[in-house]
């Protein structure tokens, strides 16, 4: 009984944040079709795929704890070797910078240590976090079915935008996953 309140109760400060994210998120415009941002990512050659948060994907699926929100992420595949990258819709829309994109493009130096995974500890570096519920072995992500990356380690930015965090710790060391944001990516820098 303690795991199961300790378990909802970090779900529900972590879907704390996820509900002001899920605020920000709209898939269609006010005449009900997709909106600008979603047929700027179809335009761009993404794919846009609906996804939704949950906690403990470290575990079984039939434990996994589905949170409230959905969130929309343009994924982008490499014609040439498959590899994807992921980035939410309004970060790849936006024309003013956003977090994500800013950090995508600084392509900072990774610093090793953090142990455990990598993407995860580079996102932290950036500001940014990945982490469903905080340091723990439970795991979560963003769900989509059916996809090779069913589960999205997402960075999250405190300005609510998101990117793939395995895109950019390989970005970082100058391997492109997908496609290479910046060339279809809206904000530019002057």
Sequence with gaps: MKFISARFAVATISSIGLLAA???????????????AATYCLQSGGV?????????????PSSWLRLAGERQFCQFTSATDGSRIHILMDSLYATKPTLAVLAYDAKVP?????????????????????????????????????????VLE????????????WGLLYHSVGI???????????FHKP
């Design 22 to 36: 899920n605020a920000l998120a709209q898939d269609t415009s006010a005449a009900g079709g997709p909106s600008p």
């Design 48 to 60: 846009v795929e609906s996804r939704v948060p949950f906690y403990g994907t470290n575990g079984p």
């Design 110 to 150: 990774y610093k090793s240590g953090g142990g455990g995974n990598p993407a995860s500890y580079y996102c932290s570096q950036l500001g940014g976090s990945d982490l469903f519920g905080g340091v723990n072995a439970a795991g979560g992500g963003w769900f989509y079915k059916p996809s090779v990356d069913q």
């Design 154 to 165: 997402a960075c999250i930015f405190p300005d609510m935008s998101s990117i793939d965090s």
């Design 176 to 186: 492109i996953r997908g496609i290479d944001l910046t060339t279809v990516q809206r």
